[in-house]
DNA sequence: TATTGTTATACTCTATAACTATA
DNA sequence: TATAGTTATAGAGTATAACAATA
């Protein structure tokens, strides 16, 4: 319990060296804020890129298909369809086999803003890794892929697109 | 429109290479969500573990001298302050020389709670890295801390205490 | 009876701005 | 007049649950 300078009892908590947790974290924090700003001028924000990405991959699926895939309410996907319909970037059609069900497909519009969405995500991508050289960001997507995030269900999907918090572990049930 | 296997005329976009953005955006919300779970069980969220910890540094200061270094609304320091003090995990003092002002300082109970979710963060810290051997882990946050993230006024401080989305640049005017 | 999609409603969270008491 | 803190209010976002059409 002798000190010299330092009278503080514990040490200091805020002090603490930086963790891999909380530095992920903060960047992607930042990161999504900067993709919201690059999107913003397509008058489209994060979860309508998702969406845009998921139906140009799965084309001519459910609303209900889809909305799975993405581990997403039903309640948020009519309200993301409704607003990507209104911009005439997607169009529900009938589906050929149950009436109850839509199916969604990107209109040529669509497809040409996804693509240029992408172009504005690769823009954030280089930015963010001016610093490294190819081997260096090769070995960060490597270490990065070997972190235990959980959430091993519904890969290549950013579990934001689902809404706040997944308190309850999984919508379905 | 020929097609053997693949009929698209575009490479598929949803297909894309793993990005360092988005792996690092996907994973900051997991772990944000797996701190939210882990303080559950202490009776606060991770935006106050961050006060708390702010508090722990600066010791005796006025909410506006703490608000400023968050980059934190007044407002939302006053919801923040007033959770933790109906919970006696901090107090309200008269600030010394200005009477308009108060300062918020740690009781011995908000001490106690703060190193118990330290120790919980330091557990999903050891979980996520779990894979990782001491190097490897030194090299990710070395290579993390060359990413460009901008964002860098406040220094250690998590930007998603400040709120929803940075949409005007700083707050402060 | 179960399922697809939709709508209605309540709840939480955040932001804007007005207010008080000091300076 | 400006500032620290607070309160009030409105707005956005999310989740819960009820509903109509079809299976």
Known sequence: M???T???PNPDPAAAPPSVAFVVSRLGFAVGGQLADALKPLGIEPRH????????MTKGQSQKA?????NL?????????DELESKKLV?????????????VVLTPAGEQLLQEAFRLAIG???ALCADLDRDERQQLLHLLSKLRAGDTDHPGVHPGLAGRRDTSRGMNQ
Chains 1, 2 share one sequence.
């Open 2 to 4: 002798t000190q010299a």
């Open 6 to 8: 330092v009278p503080n």
């Open 49 to 56: 890129f998702g969406l845009l990405r998921a139906l140009a």
């Open 66 to 70: 889809i909305a799975t895939t993405l």
């Open 73 to 81: 309410h039903p309640n948020r996907m009519v309200a993301l369809v």
């Open 91 to 103: 169009r529900r059609r009938p589906h050929p086999s149950d009436r109850r069900a839509h199916t």
């Open 124 to 126: 954030i991508e280089t």
